[in-house]
């Protein structure tokens, strides 16, 4: 059974950069799409970006300029990190497996999600 | 970008009786390829979301038939015909005709 984990500081500094990696368990990296979505405590879903295994990466526009999204087939991991943040990142993040068969975007598998919290 | 608008925010609703959530996109989500890339995602109390429905109406495997998504090309919704105790908690629509957007989220809860 594939698993998600998501690990990573659940504090970070205004203006430092947030990094985070996911691990995937049970499976393997190869032929899927691996997306990083959060949601800020008590609001809704932002999808931020996401790599094929390949490496091919797509971002959200609104946080373009400061994700940045790579992935170790050989670890069997793959990570985010946003750069210059502030307290509006403050967010639950989650890491998925996404595929585009049998629907663009297919989030069929989420990780349980890490709080992250930006304070100084 | 998409935006997504759900109605209602929130749905008060008696144990055995029928749900109802709605969707509008700002623009139409019918894709190049002639599909709807409209989905529904649950995310119980303290859980990730789940995917529920993709395109409009398919059921995720495991999902019970009890939920069901329609619709077409700006307006869709989601219904559950018989609402359980384990149905509490936030939905969302989702498009994925373009990068992926999400609504406001329902929060359905029992009277």
């Known amino acids: 059974q594939v698993q998600l984990q998501e690990s990573g500081p659940g504090l970070v500094k205004p203006s430092e950069t947030l990094s985070l990696t996911c691990t995937v368990s049970g499976g393997s990296i190869n032929g899927y799409f691996w997306s990083w979505v959060r949601q800020p405590p008590g609001r809704g879903l932002e999808w931020i970006g996401d790599?094929?295994?390949?490496?091919?990466?797509y971002y959200n526009p609104s946080l373009k300029s400061r994700v940045t999204v790579t992935a170790d087939t050989s670890t069997n991991q793959f990570s985010l990190e946003l750069r210059s943040v502030t307290a509006a990142d403050t967010a639950v993040y989650y890491c998925?497996?996404?595929?585009?068969?049998?629907?663009?975007?297919?989030?069929?598998?989420w990780g349980r999600g890490t709080l992250v919290t930006v304070s100084s | 970008d998409i935006v997504m608008t759900q109605t209602p925010l929130s749905s008060p609703v008696t144990l055995g009786q029928p749900a109802s959530i709605s969707c509008r996109s700002s623009h139409s989500l019918v894709y190049s390829d002639g599909n709807t890339y409209l989905s529904w995602l649950q995310q119980r109390p303290g859980q990730p979301p789940r995917l529920l429905i993709y395109?409009?109406?398919n059921r995720m495997s495991g999902v019970p038939d009890r939920f069901s998504g329609s619709g077409a090309g700006t307006d869709f919704t989601l219904k559950i015909s018989r609402v359980e105790a384990e149905d509490v908690g936030v939905y969302y629509c989702?498009?994925?005709?373009?990068?992926?957007?999400f609504g406001q989220g329902t929060k359905l809860e029992i009277k």
């Open positions: 989702m498009q994925a005709t373009q990068f992926p957007t």
């Open positions: 395109k409009i109406s």
């Open positions: 998925a497996r996404t595929t585009a068969q049998p629907s663009r975007w297919y989030f069929g598998l």
């Open positions: 790599i094929y295994y390949t490496g091919s990466t």
